[in-house]
C-alpha cells in the first residue's frame, strides 16, 4: 500500500518562505518522477513543479525563480522550497508520485495560505 506523507504547510505573510515536504514508503517499486500539483478555490490542479530520475525539472512559469523541487532519492522524499510567496500561491498543494511499475499516487494535500 503507497503512502505519500505531507508536511510544511501552512500559513505565511506575502514575502515569506515555506518549505513543503512528501514522503513515499510502502513498495518496492521504483519511482520514475515526483511532483506537487496545487489547486485554488474554483481551479483546476494545476502542475507547481516535477522532477525525474535523472534531476531535470519542469516549472510553472508563474514560480520560476521562486521555487524549488529537490529530491532525496534515497528516502523517497521530494521538497518544494517556496520562497517569495506571493497571495496567489494560495491553494492547497499535492505531491504526486510516479512509479514506473504501478502508476500515479496521490498525498492529501496540505493548504498554504499566503496573506498579511
Known amino acids: 500500500q503507497v503512502q505519500l506523507v505531507e508536511s510544511g504547510g501552512g500559513l505565511v505573510q506575502p514575502g515569506g518562505s515555506l518549505r513543503l515536504s512528501c514522503a513515499a514508503s510502502g513498495t518496492i517499486f521504483s519511482i520514475y518522477a515526483m511532483g506537487w500539483y496545487r489547486q485554488a478555490p474554483g481551479k483546476q490542479r494545476e502542475l507547481v513543479a516535477a522532477?525525474?530520475?535523472?534531476?531535470?525539472?519542469n516549472y510553472a512559469d508563474s514560480v520560476k525563480g521562486r521555487f524549488t523541487i529537490s529530491r532525496d532519492n534515497p528516502k523517497n522524499t521530494v521538497y518544494l522550497q517556496m520562497n517569495s510567496l506571493k497571495p496567489e500561491d494560495t491553494a492547497v498543494y499535492y505531491c504526486?508520485?510516479?512509479?514506473?511499475?504501478?502508476?500515479?499516487?496521490w498525498g492529501q494535500g496540505t493548504q498554504v495560505t499566503v496573506s498579511s
Open positions: 504526486n508520485v510516479q512509479y514506473r511499475s504501478i502508476g500515479s499516487y
Open positions: 522532477i525525474v530520475n535523472s534531476g531535470n525539472t
